[in-house]
């Protein structure tokens, strides 16, 4: 079955600090990739998505993430992380196998100020 | 553009009793999705129609669980009766198209359900 891996449970940064939070999946054939973010007491907003095309994709508040085909990886990264980006971050994948989404178990961020 | 919309936010229930959720997707979404995220956990989805057709209910526990999206609009997911394991948010999220590949989906707050 197919299955959504992220490696980090719980990440603790100071700010201005950079972040990579790390993303595989199993699936070979066609995907789409999602990082959705879900801030304390609100509910999951789309970060930024992979459909097709440029593999480095950039979405909002300054988050960029990298579709590498051969790694069956989409990392989601930031230069320089604020206090307000403490959230919970899910990683997703829908695959043509099954059109439907899977989710990764989520990393949870915390930025000290 | 207005959300998806849910109710209620919060709810406790004790075992065995039943309970109710709605949810309003964005206007002229297609599609609608139930999901059950446990504490530590990705959501995972129960229940997907598209328009007032199931296309996918799978994972559902139909013993005690139902869910109907009257009109094609408006949907609801019923438990009954729970169980302690049930305690997680639910939450309902649409998409405009009828595949999910190639689409994205948009999410509700949620009701976060705790069964005593």
């Known amino acids: 079955a197919q299955s959504v891996s992220q490696h980090n449970h719980h990440v603790i940064l100071s700010e201005a600090a950079s972040l990579e939070l790390g993303c595989n999946y199993s699936y070979g054939g066609t995907v789409n990739l999602f990082w959705y973010v879900q801030y304390p007491g609100q509910h999951l907003q789309l970060l930024l998505k992979?459909?097709?095309?440029?593999?480095l994709v950039k979405g909002i508040k300054g988050f960029e993430a990298e579709f590498i085909k051969s790694k069956f990886s989409f990392n989601l990264r930031k230069p320089s992380v604020q206090w307000s980006d403490t959230a919970e971050y899910f990683c997703a994948v829908i695959s043509n196998r099954d059109d439907k989404i899977i989710f990764g178990k989520g990393t949870r961020l915390h930025i000290l100020p | 553009e207005a959300g998806v919309a849910q109710s209620p936010r919060y709810k406790i229930i004790e075992k065995r009793q039943s309970v109710a959720f709605w949810c309003n997707p964005i206007s002229g979404h297609a599609t609608l999705y139930w999901y059950q995220q446990i504490l530590g956990q990705g959501p995972k989805l129960l229940i997907q129609?598209?328009?007032?057709?199931?296309?996918?209910d799978s994972q559902l526990p139909k013993d005690r669980f139902s869910a109907e999206r009257l009109k094609g609009v408006d949907s609801t997911l019923k438990i009954q009766p729970a169980k302690l394991e049930d305690s997680a948010v639910y939450l309902c999220a649409s998409s405009l198209f009828s595949r999910a590949l190639g689409d994205t989906q948009y999410f509700g707050p949620g009701t976060r359900l705790t069964v005593l």
């Open positions: 129609f598209q328009n007032n057709g199931v296309v996918d």
């Open positions: 992979y459909f097709s095309g440029d593999p």
